[in-house]
């Protein structure tokens, strides 16, 4: 064999090669896009809504995957029965009419068949007559508000407003309505378990309607590009039995009250001069010059200092599990496992005891207070600040000392 064809038959060995280990990557990859613990998988529906999505997604996956198979097969038989060998030109005819008619029905009868259950779910999941409860929800640079009006919801009466974020908890086996909108950009809003997606966009109110099945965390993600943040714009539902629910709700409208350990103490009045002008703690009070608490409520406005003119309420911040647009946990990893794993009955009274000492997160949350745009990129430096009139977009760096961090980590575990 010459070195010519040695050279050729090298690079044939080659591309054969490269091909194989291609497929195989592209078959691990897509393999690996198939695990049953996805916690964001919607071929586990935990809702009405979302059943009814992969009712309709698995047929068509079905028969798409069987066309697909088809497809390639007639494709890679016509590639080898029928590829160049040096022979003559074949024949060119006008083709066959009755083959093309048939390959013509076929595919408009698959599209019939594929149509008329989608637009029958499409309208279906879009039905909200049947609400029994309505939770605003309002999507920021980078986290979800989440408000509660007045209202008895699944049978639990809601005496004042709530005003949370991060986790949507709403009773179990009850149609919520979900008012959806944003304050700044598009985002968009989905937990794949419970239900479709859902613009939020400035100006208008999408309605959502979702229920879940049985107690447990099921997670979100925005799915509208939002900014430089968006992949960290998070965010958990959170099912619980109506019980529980009512404690949930008896614990949110407790207001915050003055701290008897001195190092909360002292991190109250940190929070008061640093912290208070954009974050809402129902229940703090201005401090008269004798170091008392008066009867006057300090209250934020977060209108001034931010883009989006809010900011996460943090009255009872160490009730849920997650912080900072739901990007990391406050729970560490083993109490974390533990509240995910709980069975439906244990859940509950594990999730309403919040975040304990043995069970705090500490090194992610000190972190984020000592720098947020470091742990969290946001448009919040004094150059960006300016090109926004002068307010921040996301939580700047408040360059704080760590006794500053020390005390305003203690008085905010009392927030439970």
């Known amino acids: 064999m010459s070195g010519v064809e040695q050279r050729v038959s090298t690079v044939r060995f080659v591309k054969q090669r490269s091909g194989i280990v291609l497929a195989i990557v592209a078959a691990a990859v897509m393999l690996g896009g198939c695990a049953r613990n996805a916690p964001q998988d919607t071929f586990q529906p935990a809702g009405e809504?979302?059943?009814?999505?992969?009712?309709?997604?698995?047929?068509?996956?079905?028969?798409?995957?069987?066309?697909?198979?088809i497809v390639l097969g007639m494709v890679l038989f016509?590639?080898?029965?029928?590829?160049?060998?040096?022979?003559?030109?074949?024949?060119?005819?006008?083709?066959?009419?009755?083959l093309e008619i048939v390959l013509t029905i076929i595919p408009a009868i698959i599209l019939i068949g594929?149509?008329?259950?989608?637009?029958?779910t499409?309208?279906?999941?879009?039905?909200?007559?049947?609400?029994q409860c309505v939770i605003n929800v309002t999507g920021q640079q980078w986290w979800w508000e989440y408000e509660y009006p007045v209202q008895t919801c699944g049978g639990v009466n809601i005496a004042e407003p709530i005003v949370t974020s991060g986790e949507l908890v709403l009773p179990t086996k009850v149609h919520v309505l979900l008012r959806i909108t944003s304050n700044d950009v598009i985002h968009s809003y989905w937990i794949p378990k419970l239900n479709g997606k859902r613009d939020a966009v400035p100006g208008r109110i999408h309605p959502l309607r979702m229920e879940a099945d049985q107690p447990g965390i099921y997670a979100g993600q925005c799915t509208e590009f939002c900014g430089l943040s968006h992949a960290r714009m998070r965010m958990d539902a959170v099912?619980?039995?109506?019980?529980?629910?009512?404690t949930w709700v008896a614990n949110q409208l407790q207001l915050a009250p003055k701290p008897t350990d001195a190092m909360a103490l002292r991190g109250e009045d940190?929070?008061?001069?640093?912290?208070?002008?954009?974050?809402q703690v129902n229940g703090l009070m201005e401090e008269n010059a004798d170091g008392t608490n008066s009867d006057k409520p300090v209250i934020s406005f977060p209108d001034l200092y931010v883009v989006a003119g809010n900011a996460p309420n943090l009255t009872n911040l160490m009730t849920r599990t997650t912080f900072a647009g739901a990007t990391w946990d406050l729970l560490n990893d083993q109490c974390r496992k533990a509240l995910h794993d709980a069975s439906p009955d244990?859940?509950?009274?594990?999730?309403?005891?919040?975040?304990?000492?043995?069970?705090?997160?500490?090194?992610?949350?000190?972190?984020w207070i000592r720098n947020a745009p470091a742990?969290?990129?946001?448009?919040?430096?004094?150059?960006?600040?300016?090109?926004?009139?002068?307010?921040?977009?996301?939580?700047?760096?408040?360059?704080?000392?760590?006794?500053?961090?020390?005390?305003?980590?203690?008085?905010?575990?009392?927030?439970k």
């Open 49 to 69: 809504n979302a059943r009814r999505i992969n009712n309709l997604q698995l047929p068509v996956f079905i028969i798409a995957g069987v066309v697909f198979a």
């Open 78 to 98: 016509i590639v080898v029965r029928y590829r160049d060998r040096g022979q003559e030109m074949p024949k060119q005819t006008h083709g066959k009419p009755a």
């Open 114 to 120: 594929v149509g008329i259950p989608t637009v029958s």
């Open 122 to 131: 499409v309208f279906s999941l879009a039905k909200t007559s049947d609400t």
């Open 239 to 246: 099912g619980l039995y109506t019980a529980d629910f009512a």
């Open 270 to 279: 940190t929070f008061r001069t640093q912290c208070s002008r954009c974050h």
């Open 346 to 367: 244990k859940f509950g009274a594990l999730y309403l005891k919040g975040v304990t000492p043995d069970c705090f997160n500490e090194a992610d949350l000190r972190e």
């Open 375 to 415: 742990k969290k990129p946001m448009y919040s430096s004094e150059a960006q600040k300016a090109q926004n009139g002068g307010k921040y977009r996301g939580m700047p760096n408040l360059n704080l000392t760590d006794n500053q961090i020390d005390e305003i980590i203690a008085y905010l575990l009392e927030r």
